[in-house]
């Protein structure tokens, strides 16, 4: 499987707390996504980060890409109990093109 | 307002009974995508669609169709469900191959 894994697999902070999720992948790519799921929901796109950019910043989030590591990390601060969500990472592989491959997600809940 | 609408949203058939999600987009995106969403194993992809009369097999095209005869429309065929089909299926879109996907709410089907 080209699927990358997010870790952990569940997360439980108090609110106002930062929340760090990680994503590991197998193949070179293009870029990376980061999206939210709210239960059950469709999934709502978050960030994507080019394979040329480290890192990238929107409102409270902050995602970092280290290509060398194929690993990436979506750092949520000061988190509200809307952000109770799962976090899912996507890649799409840089030889096949067009494929996108999700990552197991990470769920966070966040604690009033 | 930019939609992606899947039908139905719920959905239970019996084995062998043929059936087709609907999935239309009102974006005019080129890439139109289906995946499944299982518990512990993510969303993986099933077939794409790069454009008109252009599909490609995802990660597991095994006991699906599609087909894309019209830019805005991108139907999930079973053509005999099976129960290892049940499961939340998501249409997706994006303007271009790698770009941020566009999900709809989901059609989730159990076959008996």
């Known amino acids: 499987s080209q699927q990358g894994e997010e870790d952990p697999q569940a997360l439980s902070i108090q609110e106002g707390e930062n929340a760090t999720m990680n994503c590991s992948y197998k193949?070179?790519?293009?870029?990376l996504q980061w999206y939210r799921q709210n239960s059950g929901r469709g999934l709502v796109h978050l960030i994507l980060?080019?394979?040329?950019?480290r890192e990238k910043h929107s409102g409270r989030l902050r995602v970092t890409l280290d290509t060398s590591k194929k690993s990436s990390s979506l750092l949520i601060t000061a988190s509200r109990a809307a952000d109770t969500a799962s976090y899912f990472c996507?890649?799409?592989?840089?030889?096949?093109?067009?494929?996108?491959?999700f990552g197991t997600g990470t769920s966070l809940t966040v604690i009033p | 307002e930019a939609q992606v609408t899947q039908n139905p949203r719920y959905l239970i058939t019996v084995t062998g009974k043929k059936l087709t999600v609907t999935c239309s987009q009102n974006?005019?995106?080129?890439?139109m995508s289906w995946y499944r969403q299982d518990p512990g194993l993510g969303l993986r992809q099933i077939y794409y669609?790069?454009?008109?009369?252009v599909t490609d097999k995802g990660d597991v095209p095994e006991g699906y169709k599609v087909s894309r005869k019209e830019k805005r429309n991108f139907p999930l065929i079973l053509e005999s469900p099976s129960p290892n089909q049940t499961s939340l299926y998501f249409c997706?879109?994006?303007?271009w191959g790698t770009g941020e996907l566009f999900f709809g709410e989901g059609s989730r089907l159990t076959v008996l």
């Open positions: 980060i080019r394979s040329n950019e």
């Open positions: 669609s790069m454009n008109v009369e």
């Open positions: 996507a890649t799409d592989n840089r030889d096949t093109g067009n494929q996108f491959y």
């Open positions: 193949t070179s790519i293009n870029n």
């Open positions: 974006m005019n995106h080129e890439y």
């Open positions: 997706a879109t994006s303007l």
